[in-house]
């Protein structure tokens, strides 16, 4: 049921469960941002909202998203629907030598505006401040802009609502797994959308355990760099899990542990860490420096990813089963995570989502085997 | 217009209360005459301010109301006579210093005129003035009408005089601000040559011995005051119950005793000399009736001291029912009428009257509800208020840290309400925002986290929250401090203040710039024109992060009131009903719901929004927080 902004706000804002993804901001002047936060300026009054619709943390019925997507319920629940997974990396070094990994997003993309799949994309630059903000890009200029990871969440999708947008282009997007939940929830709604959703013919999904809150994790940057501008963070694969900080010409070393405390909390309820609901999902390789891991979901992605194969963009390899059974763990163990996150808060129930009690106990008992 | 300035004695003419007082004070051959605007009392000195120049006065609105008293005693010091006007909160600023003029006495008359605002219907607090005059052991006199008023402020300059003593008088809303006819008398042809005696130095010290000499001249003032034509009684020789009245109450127990038709029944004792109460016209009185019903706005002054008086000679005057506040017969807050007093009579006497249904009222407002609509309190159209205030619920939102905003006196007050979106959180006294900003901008070291901001506007800066800013940088308090520079005393009137470049006679004048005050205080001062209220908005959260101190945002844009008077609408401000979204997702109205502009208007018909040309001032604030860029300004 759709309660509108005080829906939202009792089940999201209230509860600190925003997930900063944007697809809330832009529609109407009651929600803004601000360095990563969104805030309710003045009561709507509305019964029924875009910004309840959308959003991927109030009431989300995951089986009618995915049979929406895919043209099946949520059963896969491994890491969602996969038709091919591989790992890959960019050819050309105008990707890899910025890249954060394998350069594997970028390559895609500029591909993709190139041959015409998308007329414009949404990408994540994050500008001097580090703070992520959806932007429409068109040229390949912008998208080297938008290489690399802040491990910071932002309102990409406000740039979806915003735009400008000259009313005809295709768009494609690059999002977090919120983000993807979002646009998903944006397709489906039957409300009038005012917004260019239905002309988004590409979702590259992106690969995410969680992404840290930009005011306090900023703060404690600038106690532990001093006033440096930052150029680069980068976290180290583990079992060292270092967050590499790359500010002034020096590099600062700090544990994991650290930042931890600034996750969202709407990270820590999220059960997706693969980006299910997108074309294409992009994550790292353990263990495999300068390789993505790409999970292809559906047939826009596999053409594009044949095509930029094809045209000597990409190179793929085959996943060695090592790291597949790896990163089935890692996704399920980020869902039985979410679960037992959503138990302390008050039961599964109550949650953002509604999945039926039989899949919930295969999550939980498939996790329990895998988990390490 | 008439003109109080006329020399045209016994001609009648009809005056405000406080135009009586202003032409009671020119009969009397006032000189110097100060104030600090505020209402009921503002046109006091307002009055005086326009013949200044025909009568040969100084005349000026002074930056606060000790320092308007310090004007007029001066003058009193040296032999002129001088007069003072304020509101009721004004005599709680000024009380400092009347507490030891009293000892220190005057020479020139002196008088002090403070306008009570019953039912606070333009005030921050409802008070009782009154209480001053037994404080400070002073003469209080207290006008009933028209006539009175002027006559009072002739007299009190004389018993300032005869006594060398400040004489206040207490006026209230309805006095000060209704009219009625005024007889006039001659006006002075010339006054005395000022000189201070040095041979007469004026200290408080030694206070006890002062503090004695003041006794004996309130006993004096006792003696004058029982003969005062200011008090009588009309009515029965024995009534059944005897009504005691001062100031308004006059009007409205005569009112309410004729309407009932119970002259028969029912005196009047009418007190016109309120403190010291002369006591043996008090104690004749008494003997008449048994039964006591006391009628004056606001506390129960007169009452307490009758009872007082009646108390220390009970054993003469044998048992008295007194009735009025203490027994609530009459309402111990608010405005009286004569609707209360009627009541209040027919209560005791037990009789009817009925002038018309008693579902009269219910009647009329079944009737006129839809053809009246409700109107809160609000800013006018085109009002910087509104655009600042929609800046800062904007910031403070955005900023998420509870920020909170200390008010102040002014039409920003308004902030309270939905005209300022509920922004504002506290209202107290003049400067008292940036006061308490002070305290509350030391709470971090205990753990607050909320910041702290507080709003003032252009004249209550000069008049009280200066002193704030100074303790604020001396202590280090941390707050952000925002000057709503509108250029005018709006609330009040517009009367001219050391920012405006005019005095109150309408001489030039040096403009104290405000930004290099708070500059030399230490404060940290941006300044921001609030019709940009995306820049407002950035500016707001750019200060409102860690840093500590005192900082200051001067909003500055003149009160559209004022600037309707000098310029044309700068924009021509249109609805493009095609892009307005009305009701639905993305807007829901925000014009006419929640920003509140009386400009605009919503037309049910269509569903859209519309603007009221013949009340919009052309701000173009409204195309700025329009969601769908459907309202539209176009330079005029």
Redesign the interface.
Do not use: H, Q, T
């Given at each position: 049921m759709n309660r509108g902004l005080k829906g939202l706000e009792e089940k999201v804002l209230d509860r600190e469960l925003c997930a900063a993804c944007g697809a809330c901001l832009s529609?109407?002047?009651?929600l803004?941002?601000?360095k990563g936060?969104v805030?309710?300026?003045?009561n709507?009054?509305?019964e029924?909202?875009?910004c309840f619709a959308y959003c991927p943390r109030t009431e989300v019925d995951l089986d009618e998203v995915f049979q929406r997507v895919f043209g099946k319920g949520y059963e896969d629940i491994e890491m969602g629907p996969v038709r091919k997974i591989v790992m890959a990396r960019a050819k050309s070094r105008i990707w890899t030598k910025k890249a954060q990994t394998g350069g594997v997003v970028s390559a895609l993309f500029d591909f993709a505006l190139r041959e015409g799949v998308v007329q414009a994309g949404i990408l994540t630059p994050r500008d001097g401040d580090m703070l992520p903000q959806g932007k429409v890009i068109t040229r390949r200029k912008e998208i080297l802009r938008c290489v690399g990871s802040s491990y910071v969440a932002g309102p990409t999708l406000e740039a979806l609502n915003r735009g400008p947008w000259n009313g005809k282009e295709r768009i494609g997007i690059v999002g977090l797994p919120c983000q993807v939940l979002a646009l998903a929830r944006m397709k489906a709604s039957k409300?009038?959308k005012?917004t260019p959703i239905d002309r988004v013919d590409l979702v590259i999904g992106l690969f995410c355990t969680w992404a840290l809150d930009y005011k306090p994790f900023m703060a404690f940057l600038n106690e532990r760099v001093g006033r440096r501008s930052i150029e680069k963070l980068n976290i180290t694969p583990p079992p060292e899990r270092i967050l590499e900080v790359t500010a002034g010409n020096k590099l600062y070393r700090i544990p994991v542990d650290d930042i931890r405390p600034f996750i969202r909390p709407s990270c820590r309820v999220c059960m997706d860490m693969t980006a299910e609901l997108s074309d294409l999902s992009v994550g790292t390789v353990e263990g495999k420096e300068g390789w993505n891991t790409v999970i292809v979901r559906t047939a826009i992605g596999e053409n594009l990813l044949r095509r930029a194969k094809k045209a000597g963009i990409i190179e793929t390899r085959t996943l060695p089963q090592n790291n597949l059974n790896h990163l089935i763990e890692a996704s399920l163990l980020k869902k039985r995570r979410a679960l037992g996150a959503l138990n302390e808060k008050g039961g599964i129930e109550k949650g953002y989502f509604r999945l039926s009690a039989h899949l919930i106990k295969r999550i939980l008992s498939e996790a329990k085997e895998a988990a390490p | 217009m008439i003109s109080i300035a006329q020399n045209t004695p016994g001609k009648t003419v009809l005056l405000m209360g406080n135009e009586a007082i202003a032409r009671g004070a020119l009969e009397a051959g006032v000189k110097v005459c100060a104030a600090y605007p505020g209402n009921p009392s503002s046109e006091i000195i307002g009055t005086l301010a326009k013949v200044a120049k025909e009568m040969g006065l100084h005349v000026e609105w002074s930056v606060n109301e000790k320092v308007a008293l310090e004007v007029a005693a001066a003058a009193s010091l040296a032999g002129l006579r001088g007069l003072c006007a304020m509101k009721q909160n004004g005599l709680n600023v000024a009380s400092d210093f009347l507490l030891n003029l009293n000892l220190t006495g005057c020479k020139g008359g002196l008088v002090l005129v403070v306008a009570d605002d019953p039912a606070a219907v333009s005030s921050s607090n409802e008070e009782d003035s009154r209480i001053f005059a037994k404080l400070a052991d002073l003469p209080l006199l207290e006008p009933a009408d028209f006539q009175e008023a002027k006559e009072m402020t002739k007299m009190a300059f004389e018993i300032s005089e005869k006594l060398e003593l400040p004489v206040l008088i207490r006026s209230v809303t309805r006095v000060s601000h209704a009219r009625g006819n005024v007889s006039l008398d001659e006006l002075p042809k010339s006054g005395p040559k000022p000189k201070f005696e040095t041979s007469q130095p004026r200290l408080a010290f030694p206070a006890t011995a002062n503090h004695k000499v003041l006794h004996e001249k309130l006993n004096k003032a006792k003696q004058m005051f029982e003969e005062s034509a200011f008090n009588f009684y009309r009515g029965p020789k024995k009534p059944e119950w005897m009504l005691v009245t001062s100031g308004s109450g006059w009007m409205y127990a005569l009112e309410a005793v004729v309407n009932l038709k119970v002259q028969d029944r029912v005196g009047i004792l009418k007190v016109g000399t309120t403190w010291p109460l002369p006591e043996n016209f008090v104690l004749n009185h008494l003997t008449k009736s048994d039964r006591i019903l006391f009628i004056e706005e606001v506390d129960p002054f007169l009452e307490n001291n009758v009872k007082e008086i009646y108390a220390q000679n009970c054993l003469d005057l044998g048992l008295k029912a007194f009735s009025g506040k203490a027994n609530k017969i009459v309402p111990d807050v608010g405005e009286l009428n004569p609707e209360i007093v009627t009541h209040a009579i027919m209560n005791l006497l037990n009789v009817l009257y009925e002038p018309r249904p008693a579902e009269y009222a219910q009647r009329v407002h079944e009737a006129t509800s839809e053809l009246v609509p409700t109107r809160a309190l609000g800013f006018c159209a085109g009002c910087p208020h509104r655009a600042t205030y929609w800046a800062i619920?904007?910031a403070l939102?955005?900023?998420?840290k509870g920020g909170f905003v200390l008010g102040d006196i002014g039409c920003y007050s308004l902030g309270m309400g939905p005209s300022g979106?509920g922004q504002m959180k506290t209202l107290h006294a003049m400067g008292s925002g940036a006061g308490l900003a002070c305290g509350f901008g030391q709470l971090d070291r205990f753990g607050l986290e909320q910041p702290v901001l507080a709003v003032c506007g252009d004249s209550t800066f000069y008049h009280a929250a200066m002193p704030a800013l100074a303790n604020a940088y001396y202590n280090g308090a941390s707050f952000l401090l925002l000057l709503l520079d509108n250029s005018a005393t709006a609330m009040t009137g517009f009367q001219p203040h050391p920012g405006t470049g005019s005095t109150a006679t309408g001489n030039e004048a040096p403009v104290i710039d405000l930004k290099a005050i708070c500059e030399v205080f230490g404060a940290r001062v941006e300044v921001v024109d609030p019709f940009d209220v995306a820049t407002t908005v950035e500016t707001l959260?750019r200060l409102l992060q860690d840093e500590k101190g005192v900082k200051v945002l001067i909003l500055k844009r003149e009160c559209a009131l004022v600037s309707a008077k000098h310029q044309k609408r700068p924009y021509k401000v249109e609805v493009d009903t095609k892009r307005c979204l009305g009701?639905?997702?993305?807007?829901?109205r925000?014009c006419t719901?929640?920003f509140k502009c009386p400009g605009l208007m919503w037309d049910m018909e269509s569903g859209k929004a519309c603007v009221d040309e013949a009340i919009c001032t052309g701000c173009g604030v409204c195309a700025e927080?329009c969601?769908a860029t459907a309202i539209r300004k176009e330079a005029a």
């Open positions: 529609l109407c002047p009651y803004r941002s601000w936060r805030a309710k300026i003045d709507c009054k509305l029924e909202g875009r409300l009038e005012r | 619920k904007v939102a955005l900023d998420g979106f959260l009701e639905s997702c993305g807007c829901n925000l719901r929640i927080i969601p």
